[in-house]
């Protein structure tokens, strides 16, 4: 067993670069070592200015997303070993500009989240007098694969609609109205359809299927968004069926 | 690295950030994108085994000599190996279909969401009943 290991990383400077480039480092290989404990080895023995996200190190943060050898991984949880002796590519989440390096610009995924109103949205608020909002183990089965949701991006990254339609909502951001929708404490569906319900959100998805398959989290937003597109599709069903039916 | 001076200069207050041109070829890149486009391109089989059927129900009406027309024109090879293609794609397509259908519908009795393999399963199987009625339809003389 080699007692290094290659790392290919990305490197982009806005001062000086005009596209990113590959610089690679020698970093000691250990077999519980995972990608991101070799940037930070990085950072600390070898290139200071190496720049990157990362928080927790235990998959609950969802900063250290990155492409590792072309693949949406949290680098937290990408181990070494599956790659030896074979060099390591680190490069930023496909799909979004670039900052620094291994750092992407993530704008315009927060704005698309933040139209989908993903919180608790109540007609009538009870006063706190009455207590909590109750909800039986079954109620909460229903959302709950799509609250584990950690916000990393790496659906966003593998998601070909996303790459080449920028203003498609996206997987997570879908994901997580319909956890929302899918909340007994929850009455805000009515103002999430007009959202969710656009050329841009669930019926730009083509179901390629990239964005469950990359979830370290088995959210699966691809089974999220095929049934909203079940749901909106029967609204208008019953929109015509029932023009005068109660919205 | 290249210089600086090929590019615009750098402020604080609008940071260049780089944004990579998505490629013409991105579907070649993985082999589920490639699987996915194929999966996409099935659809135009599957118009032109609709097409096709058409023809052949309205060259029926027409009588014998127009569906013994209809017949010759399937015996051209150009023809026989695009109904090759076609019905290996039809194949994919409803395969892909029916396990598709599975994770698109999440169905919950008692609470409890219903496996997956109950819900493509009676597709595949409902599929596969009628082919075989279908077959053995055609068949049967």
Redesign the interface.
Known sequence: MADTIKLEVSR?S????????FQSFEVPYRKDWVVLDALNYIKDKQDGSLTYRWSCRMGICGSCGMLVN?EPKLTCATFLADYAPAPVRVEPL??F???RDLVI?MNDFMRKLQKMKPWLIRKEEKPVSEGEYLQ???EL??FKQYSMCINCMLCYAAC?VY??DPLFSGPAAIALAQRYNLDSRDQGSKDRFPVLSQHDAIWGC?????C??VCPKHV?P??AI??Y??TAALDWVKSVVMPWGGK | MKSAAATPPYTLNHPRWYRKRVSTYWWLQRWEYLRFVLREISSVFIAIFVVETLFQIYTLSRGPEAYAIFLSVLKNPFVFALNVISLLFVVFHSITWFNLSARAMSIRVGGKKVPGFLISGPNFAAWFFISAVIAWLLLRS
């Open positions: 982009y806005p001062e000086t670069d005009a596209a990113p480039h072309g496909r799909n500009p670039v900052v610009a039986s183990p079954e089965e229903a070909p790459g080449l083509t179901f390629v299927g990239e469950t398959r699966d691809a089974g095929q049934q597109k079940l």
